[in-house]
């Protein structure tokens, strides 16, 4: 069974960082992609970052510069570095990955590739 246990969230002013964190469990962690999602009120689920299993990025256009998305093997573990984090950052964060190792597809972008889902944590950012 995958576990994805998402943690580091909180509230912060604007112009702060934050670190999330996704631990995995439940089989083998370097072989998949993961993925940032997050959700904020009344607004539909989007995607924030990915990581390939060869370690390759990629992030939403409006993200780029500010958010870097890592993963450490021996850890089991994503992060999701925030920095210069906005108000309009504020939303729950999830993790997620797939059931296909090595997969190489284009759509890291869209939530349908995703099998596995975290419980979220919630990032504020106040002004």
């Known amino acids: 069974q995958v576990q994805l246990v998402e943690s580091g969230g909180g509230l912060v002013q604007a112009g702060g960082s934050l670190r999330l964190s996704c631990a995995a469990s439940?089989?083998?962690?370097?072989?998949?992609?993961m993925g940032w999602f997050r959700q904020a009120p009344g607004k539909e689920r989007e995607f924030v970052a990915a990581?390939?299993?060869?370690?390759?990025?990629y992030y939403a256009d409006s993200l780029k510069g500010r958010f870097t998305i890592s993963r450490d093997n021996a850890k089991n573990t994503v992060y999701l570095q925030m920095n210069s984090l906005k108000p309009e950052d504020t939303a729950v964060y999830y993790c997620?990955?797939?059931?296909?190792?090595?997969?190489?597809?284009?759509?890291?972008?869209?939530?349908?590739?995703?099998?596995?889902w975290g419980q979220g944590t919630q990032v504020t950012v106040s002004s």
């Open positions: 439940g089989r083998t962690f370097s072989t998949y992609c």
């Open positions: 997620a990955t797939n059931s296909r190792p090595y997969y190489s597809g284009i759509s890291y972008y869209s939530d349908q590739i995703y099998d596995y």
């Open positions: 990581i390939t299993w060869s370690s390759s990025t």
